[in-house]
């Protein structure tokens, strides 16, 4: 265990977005031939009219031609178009109690980032805490004791993701008496289990482990503000 202080957390690596190198292709390629069907059609324009009146089916093939790549493009950017959101989650947890109002209160950031190539939505935010040796023995934390910030300005969920524009947020739960004191009344390892749901059903989630004995404990609730940081579960 270690008092806060020192250097800011630092952040996992989120993961890597799925390649689409062979549907980008398909794409330049689409690209190359409605442009080259496209100058055609301009050449047989400037012909002479009478020959274009007469070539009026041939105009009408290459219209189709044009609609065509355009309309697999279209579908293709469809396709590959996505969201793939990703979170680095910040350590250490910093847990601080508030004797006066008697609340627990649990921080940390988080580094979400959407790699994809349409924007994401998180619907929502959820956290439980619980012992590790008694899984059946938890704390959910109510919406309304969740807070988001970003750069001191409130987040309210749900909050979105634009492609590539990664977002710096500090999520914190708090529980009141009497959840702040059971949570510190816990036996052996805590474990706060954070989820985050998108818009498209892809849950996110993480765990934060801290361990404190009888006395450590009796010291949190004890002190008029006292932070403590810990680790991750790894």
């Keep these: 265990m270690a008092l806060e202080g020192g250097q800011a957390p630092a952040l996992n690596s989120p993961q890597s977005a799925v390649p689409v190198a062979d549907l980008q292709e398909t794409l330049r390629g689409l690209d190359a031939r409605l442009k080259k069907t496209q100058d055609e059609v301009e050449e047989l324009k400037k012909s002479d009219r009478s020959w274009l009146k007469k070539a009026g089916l041939v105009l009408g093939f290459l219209g189709g ?19 793939n959101t990703t979170v680095a989650w910040g350590r250490p947890l910093n847990i601080r109690y508030d004797q006066h109002d008697q609340v627990l209160r649990l921080d940390f950031p988080i580094l979400a980032n959407n790699e994809g190539t349409k924007l994401d939505v998180v619907d929502a935010v959820s956290a439980t805490l619980r012992a590790a040796e008694k899984p059946d023995v938890n704390i959910p934390v109510s919406d309304s004791d969740i807070e988001i910030n970003e750069d001191g300005h409130s ?16 999520f914190a739960f708090s529980l009141a008496p009497p959840f702040s004191a059971q949570a510190l009344g816990f036996e052996g390892t805590r474990v706060l289990e954070v989820v985050l749901r998108t818009r498209d059903s892809k849950r996110i989630s993480y765990q934060y482990c801290f361990n404190l004995d009888k006395a450590q404990a009796d010291e949190v609730l004890a002190a008029k503000e006292m932070h403590v940081r810990f680790s991750s579960c790894d």
Excluded: G, M
């Design 65 to 83: 031609l044009i609609a065509t790549p355009k309309l697999i493009k279209d579908n293709v950017l469809d396709i590959i178009a996505r969201a």
């Design 155 to 170: 987040v309210h969920q749900p909050f979105s993701l634009e492609a590539e524009k990664p977002r710096s947020l500090v």
